[in-house]
């Protein structure tokens, strides 16, 4: 899944398309639009100039000069391409934004499961509402009083979007295994300077997967090794182990998470 790190990539990919007018929106397969029709995202969308996007946890915002904004939540398997628009499209292309026609914007999405809403002002605010602060903006202070009063396990405080946004399976796993505490350690019982070895672990991880545009398969990485026929850590050498946790696969080292 699109994790902050991918995010922040496709805000990129934004950047790099361009501040252009649309001048044709293709809708390929609506089953990725959120509460618009075809028929309004073009009315409404058509001749407008994207401004400038911005990303507040896994979602992304584009808006739109004089006009709404276009919202990406990304799901499973959504990504965004700045192409040519030349370039053959892909199998699972579902939203094409030709802009000035000198650039292709292509919103890519295999299961589609999230997608692209059309909105204004007051319902971005809702949005984010509902979100915590993003986690690119945490202090060391935020964070253990926001953890603090969490009642279930450390990561599922730090996958929940209330309360932290922008944290994903993979995310959590890699910054618990660097901080060295076990998954399920409940959230509440943590020290203020259990909370500071989180938020180092978790600084240090997002910057190198912001860099990497995702969170990074290196085999010095827990993430490089979870996916192993027999996964051992990259730090002792022990086996790791794997269970359910917030019903997702979560991966530790129960030697160095004890």
């Known amino acids: 899944m699109p994790e902050l790190p991918d995010v922040e990539g496709f805000r990129r990919v934004l950047i790099a398309c361009g501040r252009r007018c649309v001048t044709d929106i293709e809708v390929r397969d609506a089953g990725v639009l959120r509460g618009v029709t075809e028929k309004r995202l073009r009315k409404d969308g058509?001749?407008?100039?994207?401004?400038?996007?911005?990303?507040?946890?896994?979602?992304?915002?584009?808006?739109?000069?004089?006009?709404?904004?276009?919202?990406?939540?990304f799901g499973m398997?959504?990504?965004?391409?700045?192409?040519?628009?030349?370039?053959?499209?892909?199998?699972h292309d579902r939203l094409v934004l030709t802009l000035d026609d000198v650039?292709?914007?292509?919103?890519?999405?295999?299961?589609?499961?999230?997608g692209v809403q059309l909105l204004g002002d007051a319902a971005v605010g809702r949005i984010l509402d509902g979100l915590g602060p993003d986690?690119?903006?945490?202090?060391?202070?935020?964070l253990a009083e926001l953890l603090s009063g969490r009642r279930g396990a450390v990561k599922s405080a730090l996958m929940d979007?209330?309360?932290?946004?922008?944290?994903?399976?993979?995310?959590?796993?890699?910054i618990l295994w660097r901080a060295r505490f076990a998954p399920?350690?409940?959230?509440?019982?943590?020290?203020?300077t259990a909370c500071r070895g989180i938020h180092a672990a978790m600084g240090r991880v997002l910057r190198s997967s912001v860099r990497a545009g995702c969170v990074p398969p290196r085999r010095s990485w827990l993430t490089g090794r979870r996916d192993d026929s027999e996964p051992r850590c990259p730090r002792c050498r022990g086996a790791l182990c794997s269970g359910r946790l917030a019903g997702r696969r979560t991966v530790w080292c129960p030697h160095c998470q004890p």
């Not at 398997?77 to 199998?91: H, Y």
């Not at 979007?161 to 890699?174: K, P, R, T």
């Not at 399920?184 to 203020?192: K, N």
């Open 103 to 114: 650039r292709s914007l292509r919103y890519r999405d295999q299961r589609k499961l999230q």
């Open 77 to 91: 398997t959504g990504s965004l391409w700045c192409c040519s628009p030349d370039e053959p499209l892909a199998a």
């Open 135 to 142: 986690a690119l903006a945490v202090d060391r202070a935020e």
């Open 46 to 73: 058509e001749g407008r100039r994207l401004g400038t996007a911005w990303r507040h946890g896994k979602w992304l915002f584009a808006p739109m000069d004089g006009g709404p904004t276009l919202v990406f939540h």
């Open 161 to 174: 979007q209330s309360v932290i946004a922008g944290l994903g399976n993979l995310l959590c796993d890699e």
């Open 184 to 192: 399920r350690t409940p959230a509440r019982d943590l020290s203020e």
